[in-house]
């Protein structure tokens, strides 16, 4: 890819200023001086010392360029580097005619790194490592050896506001739902509704029934 863009660099600089050629009429005959300044003109035209030729004589013309367009070589190299490391391409290059990479492309992106965080980077630098800085009681043993320690990444993929709010707005609409069906605990139950259909954590579910147990309490109370 680097020969390709200094290449074509080159090849403008080159083509943008291309090469001469002089030819001598048939019926006029060079003196040795003639030839002699001829050449001098050249040189100095050369290193941008003169920018205008005289030549009784000799008939002075461009030679032809051959200026290619680069992309398509460049596109093939930028393509392959894209299969060989598994980045899309849009994330690979930026934004295209000003539009962002779509969401398949970064979901692509996201699951890819997340996969090389569990599958590599765990096992292989991050959990040696640990294991070495306890031997040097620079971090503590873990407290239970069976059940050891386990390694939580931060998300890759943070929902905007908008997309929060929609997830909101279905979870509410299914609740709702859920809520109005008398039979609808018997079949499945509160926490198993929060977990496997509204997506909460245990966390969250945890904290869900602890409030409702409060304010169950404080009716109670009232009462």
């Given at each position: 890819?680097?020969?390709?863009?200094?290449?074509?660099?080159?090849?403008?600089?080159?083509?943008?200023?291309?090469?001469?050629?002089?030819?001598?009429?048939?019926?006029?005959?060079?003196?040795?001086?003639?030839?002699?300044?001829?050449?001098?003109?050249?040189?100095?035209?050369?290193?941008?010392?003169?920018?205008?030729?005289?030549?009784?004589?000799i008939d002075i013309s461009a030679l032809e360029t051959q200026v290619?367009?680069?992309?398509?070589?460049?596109?093939?190299?930028?393509?392959?580097?894209?299969?060989?490391?598994?980045?899309?391409?849009?994330?690979?290059?930026?934004?295209?005619?000003?539009?962002?990479?779509?969401?398949?492309?970064?979901?692509?992106?996201?699951?890819?790194?997340?996969?090389?965080?569990?599958?590599?980077?765990?096992?292989?630098?991050?959990?040696?490592?640990?294991?070495?800085?306890?031997?040097?009681?620079?971090?503590?043993?873990?407290?239970?050896?069976?059940?050891?320690?386990?390694?939580?990444?931060?998300?890759?993929?943070?929902?905007?506001?908008?997309?929060?709010?929609?997830?909101?707005?279905?979870r509410a609409k299914a609740l709702n739902q859920y809520a109005a069906?008398?039979?609808?605990?018997?079949?499945?139950p509160p926490e198993a509704f929060y977990k496997y259909f509204l997506?909460?954590?245990?966390?969250?579910?945890?904290?869900?029934?602890?409030?409702?147990?409060?304010?169950?309490?404080?009716?109670?109370?009232?009462?």
């Amino acid at each position: 890819l680097e020969k390709l863009v200094g290449a074509s660099a080159e090849m403008f600089w080159r083509g943008a200023r291309p090469g001469y050629k002089g030819k001598v009429d048939k019926d006029y005959m060079l003196t040795s001086d003639e030839k002699a300044d001829f050449k001098d003109q050249l040189d100095e035209y050369e290193h941008n010392l003169r920018r205008f030729l005289i030549s009784a004589g000799i008939d002075i013309s461009a030679l032809e360029t051959q200026v290619a367009d680069p992309s398509k070589h460049v596109d093939v190299q930028v393509q392959m580097i894209s299969a060989q490391t598994g980045i899309p391409k849009r994330i690979l290059t930026g934004s295209e005619r000003g539009e962002l990479a779509s969401t398949q492309d970064i979901t692509s992106w996201y699951s890819l790194i997340q996969g090389r965080r569990e599958n590599y980077v765990e096992g292989t630098i991050l959990r040696p490592f640990i294991r070495k800085c306890q031997e040097f009681n620079i971090l503590p043993p873990v407290k239970n050896e069976e059940k050891g320690y386990s390694v939580i990444w931060k998300p890759m993929f943070e929902k905007s506001d908008k997309e929060k709010a929609e997830v909101g707005e279905i979870r509410a609409k299914a609740l709702n739902q859920y809520a109005a069906q008398p039979m609808a605990e018997s079949i499945v139950p509160p926490e198993a509704f929060y977990k496997y259909f509204l997506g909460f954590d245990q966390d969250q579910v945890d904290m869900i029934t602890e409030l409702q147990e409060t304010a169950i309490k404080e009716d109670e109370e009232v009462v």
